[in-house]
């Protein structure tokens, strides 16, 4: 049987329906309200200022999922000296002023669960904590593992924006190929061998 082909590239504003129907069927997935439109999605993510990228998969030409990667909070740190006298609350206004300039849905961030000054001040502010989302991270190898390039199909590759090769470029990688050494050829594994037997 044929393999149907996995294809992702980052959406456009013509993909602004289609974005909108898979976020209804995360917010259904979720059982969360869906507050977005397709116009709001148009204006947010491909206006003038746009507070979001889009990636969407695609299966055998179906649109079948997407990424959206989204503005976050990483830091918001005082030194200990400091705190009471209102810094933490200025750089808090000072970002919810840029989200509502902006448009943003809303202002995001992570806080240790032991940070018990800091939560009662961000519940002070009326933020909710959303104990039912677990912090998801992958750094060092496993990142790298994720990210590894041998081996990568075709759905990884169009992660990278294409770059036209001039017929000068083609000609020197084709001429490359043909003067390199060649490379010894490796053993057949166990299972290739049973596979040709």
Known sequence: MARTTLTIRPGTSRDAATITALIRGLADYERLPLRTTAGAIRRHGFGRRRHFETLICRLGGRPVGLARPT??????FVIPEARGH???LALLRALARIAVRRGCGRLEWSVLDWNRPAIRFYRALGAELKREW???????PPLARLARVRGRRAADRAWRPSRRRTPRAAAATRRRRRHAPARAKRPATPRQRRRRA
């Open 71 to 76: 503005l976050w909070l990483e830091d918001l």
């Open 134 to 140: 677990i912090l998801t991270r992958l750094t060092g």
């Open 86 to 88: 209102g810094a933490g």
